[in-house]
């Protein structure tokens, strides 16, 4: 079984930046992708963005250019430096992980961005 804890989220003025982290534990595998996806209010879940491990990226066009996802192997551990950030930006953060078959979701930080 795995286990996603997120920590990070908060509320932020426009303009702003906040660092999300989510830390996996139990059985991962060395050959995985991990992520981080928003909700808003009466929207549907979107992916942010996602890093396998190899380092390749994907990102979301509304927030390429004031997001970077990072990830340390060792620690098991994503990271989303969202910078710049927007009122559209407001959601609840989920982390994701997917390895062979299954995946796994963190139980979701708030981001508020709002003067």
């Known amino acids: 079984q795995v286990q996603l804890v997120e920590s990070g989220g908060g509320l932020v003025q426009p303009g702003g930046s906040l660092r999300l982290s989510c830390a996996a534990s139990?059985?991962?595998?060395?050959?995985?992708?991990m992520g981080w996806y928003r909700q808003a209010p009466g929207k549907q879940r979107e992916l942010v963005a996602r890093?396998?491990?190899?380092?390749?990226?994907i990102y979301a066009d509304s927030v390429k250019g004031r997001f970077t996802i990072s990830r340390d192997n060792a620690k098991n551990t994503v990271y989303l430096q969202m910078n710049n950030l927007k009122p559209e930006d407001t959601a609840v953060y989920y982390c994701?992980?997917?390895?062979?078959?299954?995946?796994?979701w963190g139980q979701g930080t708030q981001v508020t961005v709002s003067s």
């Open positions: 890093r396998w491990s190899d380092g390749s990226t």
């Open positions: 139990g059985s991962i595998f060395s050959l995985n992708f």
């Open positions: 994701n992980l997917i390895q062979g078959s299954a995946t796994y």
